[in-house]
């Protein structure tokens, strides 16, 4: 007489709660992608940030193209590097602003039940951010280029080097802003503050003609060392301050970009 073998109860398969950490933290280029996407389709950002800086150049550089710098070089070149600073730092700005946007429409809240790592996240922010102002760079060199201006390849190369990775300073100014400002006042109070820190570090007055005083407190300016730097291949100047200039006001931004969010984050 046979008998039928009792099946042996199954045990239940483990069900792991632990999330998996993407590779690079969640840093990826799909990523990187969507947020430039969203960046340009905002009108007004790419009004102002590619288009204005442009339109100024027009203005006020192209009539004084064809007056000189002490060196020789055209007076017209030094306002387009300048221009082309302005533009950058404008660009990065509204990049590193629009996490307010986010932060009032819930998005923030909702990346931070991912796996996505915040330091992956402030990463992309800041390429977001590079990127527009690589291409605000461009834009404003392809305008003066087209309308006369010309400088050995050097100088374009360098100029447009250091407007566009000394940018990152005011993308972690906008990064800073945007997590202590609410969405609907952050550009409207980053826009006036950026124009009166481009007048008063020599984006748009040279520092020679402001006066002695204004000269002084221009060196205290976050835009003072990148547009110096940014213009020394056309000037043939050079000062360390410059750099240190950039250097301790990427530092304050950042630490207070750092701060602010960690402070963000524990509100969840």
Do not use: C
């Not at 992309?124 to 305008?143: D, N, R, Y």
Request: glycine fraction near 8%; charge should be positive.
């Amino acid at each position: 007489m046979s008998t039928l073998a009792t099946p042996s109860p199954t045990q239940p398969e483990r069900v792991s709660l632990e999330r998996r950490v993407p590779s690079a933290g969640g840093l990826n280029v799909t990523f990187i992608k969507i947020e430039i996407r969203r960046l340009l389709r905002n009108r007004r950002t790419v009004i102002f940030t590619l288009l204005m800086p442009a339109l100024f150049f027009l203005i006020f550089g192209l009539p004084n193209k064809d007056q000189h710098l002490p060196n020789g070089q055209s007076y017209g070149s030094y306002i387009l590097i300048s221009l082309a600073v302005y533009g950058a730092m404008t660009a990065a700005t509204s990049a590193g602003g629009m996490v307010a946007v986010e932060r009032a429409l819930g998005w923030s809240r909702q990346l931070r039940l991912t796996p996505l790592q915040p330091a992956a996240y402030i990463a992309v922010k800041a390429l977001s951010a590079l990127s527009l102002a690589l291409l605000s760079v461009a834009t404003e060199f392809v305008i003066g280029f087209a309308f006369g201006v010309r400088m050995d390849w050097q100088i374009w190369l360098i100029a447009g080097l250091v407007a566009w990775l000394g940018s990152l300073t005011f993308a972690a100014l906008g990064l800073f802003m945007g997590y202590l400002v609410p969405s609907q006042n952050v550009m409207q109070l980053l826009g006036p503050i950026l124009a009166v820190l481009a007048m008063l570090g020599g984006l748009f007055v040279p520092i020679s003609v402001m006066g002695t005083t204004f000269g002084e407190i221009a060196k205290f300016v976050p835009t003072y060392g990148l547009g110096q730097l940014a213009r020394s291949p056309l000037t043939g100047d050079f000062d360390w301050s410059w750099v240190v200039n950039v250097a301790i006001w990427l530092a304050v931004f950042t630490v207070g970009a750092t701060l602010a969010f960690r402070r963000d984050t524990k509100r969840v």
